[in-house]
């Protein structure tokens, strides 16, 4: 069974751009969860997807948005970049989403220059 | 202000010693979990832990569950180099995961 495929696994961009990651989750996954990581603040949920849905919404900005198509994949956009964004972006995956556990993606490595 | 707290932050020993980190909260949580992630990686599931006073093994490591299920801890046995990485917490509640802030572990040689 494949496991969570995020893609690109690196990017860099230029501040003021706009970015689209992207996460397949595992295969019957219906959640799909995004994480930022850095060093100093560690991992900082970001969003839910279930079923197309946005259903959980962390502390971030609007320029942090997402989507979730009806294969569960989901794609996470950042617009108006800033230096602070460069970090790890991981996304995970669960059955439901109400399960205790989840498994992650390698991460896409951004950095913003 | 992170929900949970990890202790050590950072950690170095040789290989061989025995080693215990830390995982707590003032929160209740209906299960715990424990990630190692190694640089440039994602976080790789190691354990769950459920009921209260839950204990588990993992080869050399040791995973225990608070009675209260606000606290949690990993025990590593004689150590090995391929032990080094970032150990993280991850509580779950109210479909939502809180991840501790980690402690980066160091195995010498």
């Known amino acids: 069974k494949a496991g969570v495929t995020q893609t690109p696994r690196y990017l860099i961009k230029t501040r003021g751009q706009q970015v689209t990651l992207s996460c397949s989750p595992i295969?019957?996954?219906?959640?799909v969860s995004w994480y930022q990581q850095t060093p100093g603040q560690g991992l900082q949920f970001l969003f839910e997807?279930?079923?197309?849905?946005?259903?959980n919404k962390g502390n971030f900005p609007g320029r942090f948005s997402g989507r979730q198509f009806s294969n569960s994949r989901s794609e996470m956009n950042v617009s108006t970049l800033e230096l602070g964004d460069s970090a790890l972006y991981l996304c995970?995956?669960?059955?439901?989403?109400?399960?205790?556990?989840?498994?992650f993606g390698q991460g896409t490595r951004l950095t913003v220059v | 202000t992170q929900l949970l707290e990890q202790s050590p932050q950072f950690l170095s020993i040789q290989e061989g010693e025995n080693l215990t980190v830390y995982c707590n909260s003032s929160?209740?949580?209906?299960?715990l979990q424990w990630y190692r992630q190694e640089p440039g990686e994602g976080p790789v599931l190691l354990v769950t832990?459920?009921?209260?006073?839950e204990v588990k093994k993992l080869k050399r490591l040791t995973f225990q569950f608070g009675d209260a299920r606000k606290d949690s801890s990993l025990h590593i046995t004689a150590a090995q180099t391929g032990d080094t990485g970032l150990y993280l917490c991850?509580?779950?509640?109210?479909?939502?995961?809180?991840f501790g802030s980690g402690t980066k572990l160091n195995v010498k040689p």
């Open positions: 995970a995956s669960s059955p439901t989403g109400w399960d205790t556990e989840a498994f």
């Open positions: 295969s019957g996954h219906r959640s």
């Open positions: 997807y279930f079923s197309e849905t946005q259903r």
């Open positions: 929160s209740v949580f209906s299960s």
């Open positions: 832990v459920v009921t209260g006073g």
């Open positions: 991850a509580g779950y509640n109210f479909n939502k995961f809180y």
